[in-house]
Nanobody, 124 residues
Framework: QVQLVESGGGSVQAGGSLRLSCAAS????????MGWFRQAPEKEREFVAA????????HYADSVSGRFTISRDNAKNTVYLQMNSLKFEDTAVYYC?????????????????WGQGTQVTVSS
């Protein structure tokens, strides 16, 4: 089992940047492929990005590709989401998730553990 705690959310103007962090505790961090999802009001949870255990393979949703960067520091048991050129439509609660999968996956049902979420609000 792993516990995930997100931080770094907040309010920013369009065009600005935020960096989300997700600290993991519990079993060995490198056991997991990590992902970020988001959920806007009255919308389904959607995939944002994922990173393989080793940190050398990443996968992004088309809507954030080129603007967001996922990374991980296995020594610190932490995964990050650097968000640049933020848009109003990026406003959502952002969730960190962990999966036993050995490949990057985009379906939320394939993730085994979830954090509590952190709010990101982008004003236009």
């Amino acid at each position: 089992q792993v516990q995930l705690v997100e931080s770094g959310g907040g309010s920013v103007q369009a065009g600005g940047s935020l960096r989300l962090s997700c600290a993991a505790s519990g079993r060995t961090f490198t056991t997991y492929t990590m992902g970020w999802f988001r959920q806007a009001p009255e919308k389904e949870r959607e995939f944002v990005a994922a990173i393989l255990r080793s940190g050398d393979i990443m996968h992004y949703a088309d809507s954030v590709s080129g603007r967001f960067t996922i990374s991980r520091d296995n020594a610190k048991n932490t995964v990050y989401l650097q968000m640049n050129s933020l848009k109003f439509e990026d406003t959502a609660v952002y969730y960190c998730a962990a999966t036993y999968s050995s490949v990057t996956v985009a379906r939320s049902s394939q993730y085994n553990f979830w954090g509590q979420g952190t709010q990101v609000t982008v004003s236009s």
